[in-house]
């Protein structure tokens, strides 16, 4: 995507900007998780690539040519609303990816449950792509790529997840930019029944991350710093052998009708994602998949 269409949708991203707040989000009432990183995250590796801002309110993720950094959360969660803001990293990114996910595995186990934000890194004016995907019991292939209305590297957004029984939507700021649905049937592509840690790293992924891996990364511009402030989750935080917050009670928001499905003004602004701002959708995708996903048809 080059500088043609930035000045032909220009206009178009502005006026969407302009109506998000029509859009809904997590409501007011419920109280945020304490947003101290101590309290809700411990440091996965590399804690020398890891700094705090002097109030530590605000988190940095360094990537240089020795390594990345990533952090998790020490609580597991089965369903809720998860929302993190962040800032990516400026000027020329290509081959780095910033990613902000929920995993059931502390590494990459093969039945693992996965629910992902990734962000490609691209050249100096070049728009960011942000990449979803979703498996379950190890299975991905799921990926979706959007574009942005917004320059995600001037200042802070957020990204957030809803996860309950009937869908998963992944959110920015206030819109809705992609919808996993549940057929409320046992099936192979939605993921209910593992309890998720949150988790964000910053690595170098040059060899495919941007243009297919065509454009690699210039340690001359490292080190690559992410910016992460605002955790809030809230969710059914796992206990074993079973938490008591299970999601078919009800009792919380994020599992109550009005969580079920996109409100209206929610669908609009989804729509207008999906005509403007999808470059990518594995749904649509028949040479990859000659016979479509089964979710794909619900």
């Not at 109506?19 to 590399?46: L, V, Y």
């Not at 910033?98 to 962000?119: H, N």
């Amino acid at each position: 995507m080059g500088g043609a269409w930035l000045s032909s949708s220009w206009l178009l991203l502005l006026c969407f900007a302009s109506s998000m707040s029509r859009s809904w989000a997590a409501p007011a009432k419920n109280p945020p998780t304490s947003s101290s990183f101590k309290d809700n995250f411990h440091i996965m590796w590399a804690e020398d690539h890891f700094k705090t801002s002097p109030d530590g309110q605000v988190w940095y993720l360094f990537l240089d040519k020795k390594t990345g950094c990533g952090f998790q959360t020490r609580q597991r969660f089965r369903f809720g609303w998860f929302s993190m803001k962040l800032k990516l990293v400026g000027g020329d990114s290509a081959g780095v990816v910033t990613a902000y996910y929920m995993c059931s595995d502390l590494g990459a186990g093969p039945d693992r449950d996965e629910l992902d934000f990734e962000f490609l890194g691209n050249r100096t004016g070049q728009p960011y792509t942000i990449q979803t995907n979703v498996y379950k019991s190890g299975i991905g292939g799921r990926e979706m790529r959007h574009i942005l209305w917004f320059d995600p590297t001037e200042d802070f957004h957020t990204y957030s997840i809803l996860w309950n029984s009937h869908h998963i939507v992944f959110f920015v700021d206030r819109v809705p930019i992609r919808v996993h649905k549940n057929s409320g049937k046992p099936n192979n592509y939605f993921p209910n029944e593992k309890p998720m840690y949150m988790f964000s790293s910053i690595w170098n992924a040059d060899d495919w991350a941007t243009r297919g891996g065509l454009e690699k990364t210039d340690w001359k511009n490292a080190p690559f710093v992410s910016s992460y402030k605002d955790f809030h989750a809230d969710g059914c935080p796992w206990e074993d052998p079973y938490p008591a917050c299970v999601s078919t009670t009800t009792e919380h928001w994020w599992d109550q009708y009005e969580a079920w499905s996109l409100t209206d003004n929610q669908l609009e602004d989804f729509g207008w994602v999906g005509r403007n701002l999808v470059i990518y959708d594995y749904c649509t995708d028949k040479e990859r998949y000659p016979t479509l996903p089964e979710e794909c048809n619900i």
